[in-house]
């Protein structure tokens, strides 16, 4: 079936770092890819997603391209902040058939700290 | 607009116990998805309702159970618990009923922290 593999964390870097965080899939078909983020007592939060090969997915900074050749989708960004602290979560939704949102399968998160 | 809510927040139960978990989906959403996760780990799919019908159900056995409501609010019920099914359950939300190949985002609420000794 569909996974999703996850660098292993915990990922620890000062202010105004370089971040990436690796994602990589299996899937037979042609998954929609999404990066998702969980502050402390929350629930997750759609970051970013692209839902075809070669589509860049960006949202405050951070960014993200399908990789179908590689079967990659790693998230980075260039100067990471205090407030970016929390898991990161890359998942996968297979949009094969009709009818309700497909269900998301997660990595197993990476957690991040920036420190000031 | 409201979003998703869970209740409770926190529940302590013993093994062998049932257990209840509500969700109020967001306004003018008709589908929703519950998710297990435990520490450390990313969120495993349950099942998803739609239109009070359940549309999809991931590796987990039939002691679990759900419901959706006319109003498209859902509970998820847990029998029998068993000291693994202490985790996170994560709820989400999301507009059903589109084409093939499109994806609706799924909303997330807060959680429920389930703890069973």
């Known amino acids: 079936g569909d996974s999703v593999t996850q660098m292993e964390g915990p990922v620890t870097l000062s202010e105004e770092a370089f971040l990436t965080i690796n994602c990589t899939y299996t899937?037979?078909?042609?998954?929609?890819l999404f990066w998702y983020v969980q502050y402390p007592g929350e629930g997750l939060q759609l970051l970013l997603k692209?839902?075809?090969?070669?589509d860049k997915g960006s949202n405050k900074g951070f960014e993200a391209t399908y990789r179908k050749e590689t079967t990659s989708f790693h998230l980075e960004k260039g100067s990471v902040q205090v407030s970016d602290s929390a898991v990161y979560f890359c998942?996968?939704?297979?949009?094969?058939?009709?009818?309700?949102?497909?269900?998301?399968?997660f990595g197993s998160g990476t957690q991040l700290t920036v420190l000031p | 607009e409201t979003g998703v809510t869970q209740s409770p927040t926190h529940l302590i139960k013993t093994r062998g116990q049932q257990v209840t978990l509500r969700c109020s989906s967001q306004?003018?959403?008709?589908?929703v998805s519950w998710y297990q996760q435990a520490l450390g780990q990313g969120p495993q799919f349950i099942f998803q309702?739609?239109?009070?019908?359940?549309?999809g159900r991931g590796n987990f056995p039939p002691r679990f159970s759900g419901l959706q409501f006319p109003n498209y609010s859902s509970e998820l019920n847990v029998n029998a618990l068993e000291l693994d099914d202490s985790a996170l359950y994560l709820c989400?939300?999301?507009?059903?009923?589109?084409?093939?190949?499109?994806?609706?985002?799924?909303?997330f609420g807060p959680g429920t922290r389930l703890t069973v000794l």
């Open positions: 306004s003018g959403h008709n589908t």
């Open positions: 989400a939300s999301s507009l059903g009923g589109g084409l093939a190949g499109s994806y609706n985002e799924q909303f």
């Open positions: 692209a839902t075809k090969a070669d």
């Open positions: 309702y739609y239109r009070e019908e359940e549309n």
């Open positions: 998942a996968l939704s297979d949009p094969r058939g009709w009818g309700s949102a497909r269900q998301l399968t």
């Open positions: 899937a037979t078909g042609y998954p929609s």
